[in-house]
């Protein structure tokens, strides 16, 4: 996913210079060979499941050349192969990126071909959610299709909310009075930690800024109409830095840098975490904590991130592209390639189904109701029902940050959040860097706030 697949800087500088310089048309694949498509897989079952219901599948329907499915290792090893091949004129015909800031500095290259006429031929614009399907348009054209979408939720233990009758939160107010509960009761009233992922402060800055800022502050600062020191960034930071300091978030400073996820799942099962802030991708992880063996599968629950600012007042859902697919512009069959992209887009219930089984991320659809599966979890069907329906979103920093950006936002924080930087600091830092990046024009596609159906 790319929350956790983040580039080394200097590699990226080096890798898009010889993007940039190397010839059109030095492919040593011949269009005998068949459709390429390079992926990485952290479970098993779901690369096989991929192999047998997206891949299998295509083959059998397309009257075209095959498709071959190729695992490269884990994703950072995916992206370096992947490019350095694309570097020399090679590499596969689609093309897996981690999301549209990855894509970004393809596109400057001139290394994936325009979709514009794939997709008003197959209306993919009207299949797919339109803020999912604008975060691939870079200078007017489409480029990239998303293939997974994540948010940030709070998830929690319906028990023990029950047994000490608590709501659950859905304002700074609700909230505040929860984690006072829960500390006094001691317990973690928000379980998340960097003990396994350095970059998770980001999920909270994220987090913050949209759910206290709001997202239209966020989408005018990504889009350079107001700065990062905007009065109500700054206040948002300075409120997750608070709440640091009431040990509500992580335990605070003495634990946070050192809680790892295991344990995170374990005390919200024993009643020692409040909740946890954590991305959607959790339906995939709760399975060895909630399950019918334990006969506790009943107690887990979600509920959107509460609203922590005045201008904030309905439930927010802060959206992010886990990965897209291109079409390599040395692609000697991209017309075969494109067939692809659309026996994914056309077939919603496929999608949805793959969730079902193996609790994969789905590409960003308008799903209809007869779309589900009977045995997708209800509370699954939820999460994506409340999605579909959102008539604005906010704004995940892995996806809609550049690089640079992205890398201050968790590695500065962690200073603000020990006391080295104040929130006016922090922002002033971001402020410079993002600018500079603007200016380069690596800043990725940003959708309006307000979706437009």
Known sequence: MSRRSLLALASTAALTGSLSGCIQGSATRSAGNG????????????????????????????SGVPLTLTIRGDDDALQRLQRTAIASGSGPDLVYTAGPSYGLEFVNADRFVSLDPYADKHSWQQLMLPWAYQAGILQDHCYMIPTSYETMIMVYNAKVFRDNGWQVPTDRAEFESFATAAKAADMMPVGIGAGDWAATTEWLVSIFVNHA??????????????KWTDRRIVDAIALLKSYFDKGWIGGGIESYFTNREADLWAGLVDGTVGCLFIGSWAFSSMAPYFNPDEKNDDQWDWAPIPQFGDTTTRELYAMGVGSTFSINSDSPQPDDAAAYLDFLIQDPRAQLRSVADVSSQPLPLNYDPGDYPDDLDARVRRLYDAVDRADRIGYLSWTFWPPRSDVYLYEQMDRVIIGELSAREYCEGLDEIFGEEAEDGKVPPIPDWQVRR
């Not at 459709?35 to 397309?62: G, I």
């Open 35 to 62: 459709l390429s498509l390079w992926l990485t897989f952290t479970d098993n079952d779901q690369r096989d499941y991929y192999e047998q219901h997206f891949v299998a599948p295509f083959n059998s329907q397309h």
């Open 213 to 226: 800022a709001g997202p239209e502050a966020v989408h005018d600062a990504l889009t350079s109409k107001i």
